[in-house]
C-alpha cells in the first residue's frame, strides 16, 4: 500500500483564454505542472483575475503538479459572478487527484456571494473527504487598514462562514491579510495569500510530511503582508469555542513575511490543519488500495489480508513520526470482521468495512475513520452505511 499525494491543488479562477489549440478548456480540469504550462494554456492572465498571481506565488513558493479549471474570460471592469465559480466546483465533484482547493477570484464576489461560496467549499470538500480548502478573508487586500476595520473583517468572516459542523468547518483554513509581492514581471501587486500558502503546503509535505504543521515558514517573493499584525492583535483571530480560527502572515524581523498559525475552521479534534490532512491522507490512501480488491471475496481470508496491510501502511506513518505514541498500539488500530465491523446483511450485500482508529495528537486517544468497499464484482453499487470519521 503506498500514499496518495497530498498536496495537488486545484486552482480555480477567470483566464485570458478559455481554448487551447482550437479547442476549448472552459471550465474542463486541466493539469499543469508548472507557470508556464498555465500561460501556454490559458495566457497571462485575465484582466481583474487573481489566479495568474496567485499560481505564480505558488511555484515561488514551492509548488509542483496542480489543476486549474477556468470560469471562463473576465472582461475589464467587471467583477467575477457566483454562478461561475459554483460551475467549476461541479467540474471538480468529478475530478480525482485534487488534494487542495484554491480560488483566489472568490474574494472578488460581494460579500453575500462570497459567503455563500464559501460555504459551499467547506461542503464541497467534506462530502469529497478527499481535498482541503485555503480560503482567505475578503478584504484583506485594503489599503492602510486599521485596527477597527480589521477587527470588522474578521467578525464578517465568521458570520459568513456561518454553522457548519466542526468536522465540515475543518475540511477549510483561513488565511489574512493579503500580500503584497513581486509578479513574475517584477511588478508590485496585492494577492490573496491562498496560492503562496499552498506552495508552503507542498513543500512542508515534500520534505517533512503531511502530519508536519505548516506554520512558522517564511514566504519567497513576497515584499510583506498588507496589514501589520501585533502581538495584540494576533489574540483576536485564535479559535473561538465554535472554531472559526483565521492564520495570519505576519512581518518578522530578519524572516520577511512568515505563516503564523496552522489551523482549521473546525473545533476539538479536528482544529489543526495537519491533523486534518492527515486524517484525508490515511483515508484516501486505503480507500485506494481497497478498490484493488473489489473482485475478492468477502470472507476471513480477506479480512485477514485487509487488516495486516493497513496496519503495515499506518505502523510505517507511525515510524515516520506521523502518529504519536511510543508504542504502534498507542498510535493505530485496525478492525475489520463478521460480528466487530460488519454483520451478515453486509456480507450477503457484499459490503467489507474496516474500522480505524488513529491517535492523530495524543497517545492512544483515537479519532475514528470508517471505511467500506463493495466487494465481489458489485463495484459501482450504493454501499449501505455511509463513511464518517
Known amino acids: 500500500m503506498t500514499g496518495v499525494p497530498t498536496a495537488v491543488p486545484a486552482f480555480v479562477g477567470y483566464t485570458e483564454k478559455a481554448e487551447r489549440d482550437g479547442n476549448s478548456v472552459f471550465r474542463k480540469s486541466v493539469r499543469i505542472r508548472s507557470l508556464h504550462d498555465f500561460e501556454a494554456i490559458f495566457g497571462g492572465g485575465a484582466p481583474a483575475s487573481l489566479l495568474h498571481p496567485s499560481l505564480w506565488l505558488f511555484y515561488a513558493n514551492g509548488g509542483g503538479e496542480a489543476f486549474v479549471v477556468s470560469a471562463g474570460r473576465l472582461r475589464a471592469g467587471s467583477r467575477p459572478h457566483l454562478k461561475d465559480l459554483r460551475k467549476t466546483l461541479a467540474v471538480l465533484e468529478t475530478q480525482p487527484g485534487p488534494t487542495l482547493l484554491v480560488v483566489p477570484d472568490a474574494v472578488l464576489l460581494p460579500r453575500s456571494g462570497y459567503a455563500a461560496f464559501l460555504r459551499d467549499v467547506l461542503a464541497h470538500c467534506a462530502r469529497l473527504r478527499d481535498r482541503f480548502a485555503i480560503l482567505d478573508v475578503r478584504g484583506g487586500g485594503a489599503a492602510e487598514l486599521g485596527g477597527q476595520e480589521v477587527r470588522r473583517l474578521l467578525d464578517d468572516f465568521r458570520r459568513d462562514v456561518g454553522g457548519p459542523s466542526s468536522d465540515e468547518a475543518s475540511f477549510?483554513?483561513?488565511?489574512?491579510?493579503?500580500?503584497?509581492?513581486?509578479?513574475?514581471?517584477?511588478e508590485e501587486i496585492i494577492v490573496p495569500a491562498g496560492g503562496a500558502v499552498a506552495g508552503a503546503l507542498a513543500k512542508t509535505d515534500a520534505t517533512k510530511g503531511v502530519w508536519t504543521a505548516p506554520a512558522n515558514i517564511s514566504l519567497t517573493s513576497v515584499l510583506k503582508p498588507t496589514v501589520r499584525i501585533d502581538d495584540r492583535q494576533q489574540a483576536d483571530f485564535a479559535a473561538?469555542?465554535?472554531?472559526?480560527?483565521?492564520?495570519?502572515?505576519?512581518?518578522?524581523?530578519?524572516?520577511?513575511?512568515?505563516?503564523?498559525?496552522?489551523?482549521?475552521?473546525?473545533?476539538?479534534?479536528?482544529?489543526?490543519?495537519?491533523?486534518?490532512?492527515?486524517?484525508?491522507?490515511?483515508?484516501?490512501?486505503?480507500?485506494?488500495?481497497?478498490?484493488?480488491?473489489?473482485?475478492?471475496?468477502?470472507?476471513?481470508?480477506?479480512?485477514?489480508?485487509?487488516?495486516?496491510?493497513?496496519?503495515?501502511?499506518?505502523h510505517h506513518l507511525w515510524t515516520q513520526g506521523g502518529l504519536p505514541g511510543a508504542k504502534p498500539e498507542q498510535a493505530f488500530r485496525v478492525t475489520c470482521g463478521l460480528g466487530t465491523t460488519m454483520t451478515q446483511e453486509d456480507i450477503d450485500n457484499g459490503v467489507l468495512i474496516v474500522q480505524i482508529g488513529v491517535a492523530p495528537l495524543r497517545p492512544a486517544e483515537f479519532v475514528k475513520i470508517y471505511i467500506q468497499q463493495v466487494m465481489g464484482g458489485r463495484r459501482g453499487e450504493e454501499p449501505t452505511l455511509p463513511r464518517k470519521s
Open 240 to 314: 473561538t469555542p465554535e472554531g472559526k480560527a483565521v492564520n495570519l502572515l505576519r512581518e518578522l524581523a530578519g524572516r520577511g513575511t512568515v505563516i503564523w498559525g496552522a489551523s482549521t475552521l473546525g473545533a476539538d479534534d479536528y482544529r489543526y490543519i495537519q491533523v486534518r490532512r492527515t486524517l484525508i491522507y490515511i483515508e484516501q490512501s486505503i480507500k485506494q488500495w481497497l478498490d484493488q480488491l473489489d473482485l475478492e471475496p468477502d470472507d476471513a481470508d480477506t479480512w485477514t489480508t485487509v487488516t495486516a496491510r493497513i496496519s503495515d501502511f499506518l
Open 172 to 186: 477549510g483554513a483561513a488565511y489574512f491579510p493579503f500580500l503584497r509581492a513581486l509578479s513574475s514581471l517584477g
